[in-house]
């Protein structure tokens, strides 16, 4: 692992896409690549956090069990992702547990090896509150279309969160989810799920085959994601 894969990795949303080539060199230098299979635990919810992982490749589930031992799931993550940064950052436990979906590489890297490098390169721990600063941001977007929407554009935009492909490109979800656990990712009941799924069939928005969604007109969907 060196300095310029690390930055190919890291999206313009990653906590550390901010790095400069000789922070990231530092990263990689004192980080330690390990591969999960699929099914493995990466993160643990309640477990201390004294390791950062980089995702360098695969495909994660992020979730929480609530404390009425409801499982919510909070995203997918995939490559460049950084994850258990809270409890890393603050000392306290893991606040989140995050599964291989698919077999995942990740650079790990110790508490003890990133205070040295904060110490090292005095303005990285200021782009690393504006990158929390962000986050908070987009955490306050998914709590709003918790609250305001109806379960129609709420679901649109919880839909358009797992999106792939640019423009020009066929639109599909970044994982096959069943109607289920995209029930668990939007906060919906099943009932909600499937009565508006079978709505967007009927008008030829996705498709439904053997309990997974696939989107067939991406624009139509981020109409709906906008209407009130």
């Avoid at 258990?84 to 995942?104: K, M, Q």
């Avoid at 839909?159 to 979800?173: F, T, V």
Wanted: one cysteine or more; a negative charge; hydrophobic letters at 45%.
């Amino acid at each position: 692992m060196d300095a310029a894969t690390l930055a190919e990795t890291l999206t313009s949303s990653s906590l550390l896409a901010g790095c400069s080539a000789e922070e990231l060199a530092d990263i990689a230098a004192r980080g330690a690549v390990r591969t999960f299979k699929p099914g493995q635990p990466i993160i643990l919810q309640g477990d201390p956090g004294d390791t950062l992982w980089i995702v360098l490749g695969g495909l994660a589930r992020v979730s929480m069990v609530a404390a009425n031992g409801r499982e919510i799931v909070l995203d997918y993550a995939e490559r460049g992702a950084v994850l258990g940064e809270i409890a890393f950052l603050d000392g306290g436990e893991r606040t989140a547990s995050v599964e291989a979906i698919e077999p995942v590489e990740a650079l790990g890297l110790s508490r003890s090896a990133f205070a040295e490098i904060i110490g090292q390169h005095q303005g990285l721990a200021m782009r690393l509150l504006q990158a929390m600063a962000r986050r908070l941001r987009q955490n306050n977007t998914v709590i709003e279309a918790d609250r305001a929407y109806t379960s129609g554009p709420r679901l649109a935009r919880f839909l358009l969160r797992l999106m792939m492909g640019g423009e020009g490109e066929e639109p599909r979800l970044k994982i096959a989810l069943s109607q289920g656990e995209l029930g668990n990712f939007a906060g919906m009941s099943r009932e909600q799920i499937n009565r508006q799924l079978s709505a967007w069939a009927d008008g030829g928005i996705v498709t439904l085959k053997g309990g997974r969604v696939t989107v067939l007109d991406r624009e139509a969907l981020v109409d709906v994601a906008e209407a009130w």
